[in-house]
Each structure stands twice: as structure tokens, then as C-alpha cells.
């Protein structure tokens, strides 16, 4: 009964490879993310979908590209894979983004997925 | 954009201390402000959040303070255990035109160590 799932959890690829992960949501979210993690910890978000529109689109290399085939899924599919990309990369689903006075506020992060690119 | 600035960065406690965290921000139009926890190896999660329009809230051992017209907050860990060992990771949300909050702007962590 994971509340968010990712696959793979470990990725180990060459440098220019194209990967992709995939993440998935039971909770009955409407928005999902995508954050990087880099080496010192530093969590930066990347993408976002609410309802499968793309709602934030921060400033990441045009070689990532996220995928919503519907609300409960958020792909990430990283093209001609740099060293730079090495990260852990999370996944993470909110009920209609933050907003409101309930206590549902929560972003709820998925296990990671560690890739390495060599 | 906001920009969410955290100390210190490692924080070493001994076994029942109190620690203390903490965060400024420069929007000042961001009202959703969450602490995260993360443990060697896992996910990140919340541990307690707090809103613009309330000063201090509490759960058990775990506070969190906000002073909108300083724009800074802090989280309070009293009587420290072993287990809070971990990374935490404060943050801080504004509504965007829709009246949503979607993107979380986080510091960059903060390594807490609970010796025994």
C-alpha cells in the first residue's frame, strides 16, 4: 500500500544514455513533482503537474522532460544522460497543491531513485 | 524568486538538549512555511508546518516559530534523542494567481547529531 512509488530505485547508466523514471501516486493527489537532490543534500524542485497540466517549469536543461499520462502518474525521461545529472531524483504528489485550510498540505516524497551517471 | 536561507548547517547536540533551527526568507508574500525531516538514506517528511497568520505551533516535542515582519522562522527540538538524528529541511510557499501554494523553495538543510 505505498502511498508514492518510483522505479528504478538505483540507475546506473553511461554518459549519454537516455533514461527514464517513473513515478506513481495512490493517494488520489492532483499535483505531482519532481525534485533533484545533489550530492550536498540540496532538494530544488524541477517540475509540476496538476491534473496532468504543467504548472511549474523551473530553469532544468530542456534534456529532462516529465510525462503525465494521467493524475496518478508523473514520468521523467532524461535524454543524452552528463555527469552533472548524478543525483537522487524525487518523486512527490500533494491534494490540489498546498493550498487550503485543511490539513492536508503534506507533499508526500516518493523512496528516490539514485542515478549515477558514469 | 524566494529565497530560503538556513543555519546552521550541522547542529551537534548531546542527548536531551534542546536544538534549535533556523530559517529567513525574502518573499514576503510566502504563508506556508514546513519543516522536513530526512534520515540517512530515506525520503524527506514533514514534520510540522506552520502558516502566515500563526506565530508558534506545537506537536509534542517539536515547535516552530514564524515573525512575518522579520521574515524568518525557527524550529525547536527539545529533549533530543538519538533518533532526530537526521537532515532537516525548512521551506516556504506562496499562492500563486490561482490561490494555490504548489512550489516549495527549500534551504539547503540542516545535518542534526544526537549523541547518546
Known amino acids: 500500500d505505498t502511498a508514492v512509488s518510483q522505479t528504478p530505485k538505483y540507475l546506473v547508466t553511461q554518459m549519454g544514455n537516455d533514461k527514464s523514471i517513473k513515478c506513481e501516486q495512490n493517494?488520489?493527489?492532483?499535483?505531482m513533482y519532481w525534485y533533484k537532490q545533489d550530492s550536498k543534500k540540496f532538494l530544488k524542485i524541477m517540475f509540476s503537474?496538476?491534473?496532468?497540466?504543467?504548472?511549474i517549469n523551473e530553469t532544468v536543461p530542456n534534456r529532462f522532460s516529465p510525462k503525465s499520462p494521467d493524475k496518478a502518474h508523473l514520468n521523467l525521461h532524461i535524454n543524452s544522460l552528463e555527469l552533472g545529472d548524478s543525483a537522487v531524483y524525487f518523486c512527490?504528489?500533494?491534494?490540489?497543491?498546498?493550498?487550503?485550510?485543511?490539513?492536508?498540505?503534506?507533499?508526500?516524497f516518493g523512496p528516490g531513485t539514485r542515478l549515477t551517471v558514469l | 524568486g524566494e529565497n530560503v536561507e538556513q543555519h546552521p548547517s550541522t547542529l551537534s547536540v548531546q542527548e536531551g538538549d534542546s536544538a534549535v533551527i533556523k530559517c529567513t526568507y525574502s518573499?514576503?508574500?510566502?504563508?506556508?512555511f514546513p519543516w522536513y525531516k530526512q534520515e540517512l538514506g530515506k525520503r524527506p517528511q514533514l514534520i510540522i508546518d506552520?502558516?502566515?497568520?500563526?506565530g508558534e505551533k506545537k506537536d509534542q516535542r517539536i515547535a516552530v516559530t514564524l515573525n512575518k515582519t522579520a521574515k524568518h522562522f525557527s524550529l525547536h527540538i527539545t529533549e533530543t534523542q538519538p533518533e532526530d538524528s537526521a537532515v532537516y529541511f525548512c521551506?516556504?510557499?506562496?499562492?500563486?494567481?490561482?490561490?494555490?501554494?504548489?512550489?516549495?523553495?527549500f534551504g539547503k538543510g540542516t545535518l542534526l547529531t544526537v549523541n547518546p
Open positions: 503537474y496538476n491534473n496532468k497540466e504543467l504548472i
Open positions: 493517494l488520489g493527489h492532483d499535483t
Open positions: 521551506a516556504a510557499s506562496r499562492r500563486n494567481s490561482g490561490g494555490s501554494n504548489y512550489k516549495l523553495t
Open positions: 518573499d514576503s508574500a510566502s504563508n506556508y
Open positions: 512527490a504528489s500533494s491534494p490540489r497543491g498546498l493550498a487550503g485550510f485543511s490539513s492536508y498540505n503534506e507533499q508526500f
Open positions: 506552520i502558516r502566515s497568520n500563526v
